[in-house]
Every structure is written in structure tokens, then in C-alpha cells.
């Protein structure tokens, strides 16, 4: 399947219109559990910020930007809007910020488990829809996506909570750098290979290899059934 914005930039209104029913339900389930997963663990673990600001709820306008979706639709990157927490509530500080941080990651990992039972079903009792099944594999692989692309350690993403603490012991001057431009450098590994083709998208490598894990994994596991 090609990207949206490929469609429409090759004149195929029909193909574009297309690939936007095969993601938009993927990008609304996976940011929506995503958030709400940081919503609802930040309240287990002491803090109600998000839960008094209605974020601890599976309404994707409570998450979404609109042009966050709308990149994320054409380009393949977008956000939602960040979860507001109060590690300061937290009953235990080191483990709030961990949970809460891989409550996100973990509830796309089962999202992507789940759906794709789905898919294998409908697979096995004969559904021949193009439509349903992309949709759900769609839903699928942004999910694994959503997933990988949060853990990796880079401020604003979600793998920067689980390392930071490790940095911040060891050089206080390197973790306000990392805190302060992680977001800039990592604009720029997204986009600079989009430009210079000669630089590796390595984002691109990293996320399609541990996409293809785990789909690999799951057909292994589903093909015990057959």
C-alpha cells in the first residue's frame, strides 16, 4: 500500500481517499488507548491530573490535534496530545514514572495481539472483504509502531522516562542538553533522510525490522492453530 500522500501527489484521488479508510481508524484506536493508558496508570499510581482534565477516557477528540493527525495521515508522523502528569503525586516516584511511561507502549503491544486474532479469524472462516482486512492489519502494524517508535530513549518519547534518571546520575550537564534539544535532534533523524537520500532512515530500519518481528512471531503463533 502506498502512502496518502504518494496517492495524491500521483493524481489518484481514488487510491488516496483509500489508504485514509485504512488508517484513520488504526491512527484513532492506537493514539486513543495510547493516551488513555498514560491517563489511567498516572491515577493508579497516585496522580489525577489527567483524570481531572478528562484525558482518562477512550474519546479521541480528548487526544488528537487535528494537524497532528492530518501529518501523521500523510506523512506518516504525527502526535497526539500529550498526557499532563504530576510526577510529584506519584505514592512512588521511580516506579510512577516507569509504569506510566510503559503503560502507553504495553496497551499498543496488546492492542496489536488482539486485533490481529481478529484478522487471523476472519482469515480462517473465509472473509474475503479487502476493506475489513486492511483496515485491521493496518491497525495492526500502526500499533507495533506506535509502540517501538515510543520506546526508543529521546525526549518527548515515552523511552527517554525509563533512561533519564540513568543519565541524570551521570553527568548532570549532558541530562539538561538531552532534556532541552532531544526534541530537535529527534525532528531531525525523522526528516533529514527524507531529504538527503543519501543519509539512512534509520528510524525507518528500526521500525521495520521490530515490525516484521513481531508480525513473524504472531504468524508463528497463530499458525500452531491451523
Known amino acids: 500500500m502506498t502512502s496518502p500522500i504518494s496517492s495524491l501527489l500521483s493524481g489518484d484521488i481514488t487510491g488516496f481517499l483509500l489508504n485514509i479508510l485504512y488508517l484513520l481508524p ?3 484506536i492506537a493514539l486513543s488507548f495510547h493516551e488513555a493508558a498514560h491517563a489511567w496508570m498516572a491515577n493508579r499510581m497516585g496522580d489525577p491530573t489527567a483524570k481531572n482534565l478528562g484525558r482518562l477516557t477512550l474519546d479521541p477528540t480528548k487526544h488528537f490535534t487535528l494537524f497532528g493527525v492530518i501529518t501523521f495521515l500523510l506523512i506518516g508522523f504525527g502526535w497526539g496530545k500529550p498526557v499532563p502528569t504530576n510526577p510529584r503525586n506519584y505514592t512512588n516516584y521511580k516506579k510512577g514514572n516507569v509504569l506510566v511511561a510503559l503503560a502507553g507502549v504495553t496497551t499498543n503491544l ?3 495481539f488482539v486485533f490481529y486474532l481478529i484478522y487471523f479469524l476472519l482469515i480462517v472462516f473465509g472473509v474475503e472483504n479487502t476493506i475489513v482486512l486492511m ?4 491497525i495492526v502494524y500502526i500499533n507495533i509502531i506506535l509502540c517501538f517508535f515510543n520506546l526508543i530513549p529521546i525526549p518527548p518519547l515515552d523511552g527517554h522516562h525509563l533512561v533519564k534518571g540513568f543519565i541524570a546520575r551521570r553527568s548532570q550537564k549532558f541530562y539538561f542538553a538531552y532534556m532541552r534539544y532531544g526534541y530537535f535532534v529527534l525532528l531531525g533523524l525523522i526528516f533529514i533522510p527524507r531529504f538527503i537520500s543519501i543519509i539512512p532512515n534509520i528510524f525507518t530500519l528500526y521500525l521495520g525490522t521490530m515490525a516484521g518481528l513481531v508480525l513473524n512471531a ?3 503463533f497463530f499458525g500452531l492453530f491451523i
Open 135 to 138: 483496515i485491521i492489519i493496518n
Open 110 to 112: 496488546i492492542l496489536s
Open 218 to 220: 504472531y504468524s508463528w
Open 26 to 28: 488504526a491512527i484513532v
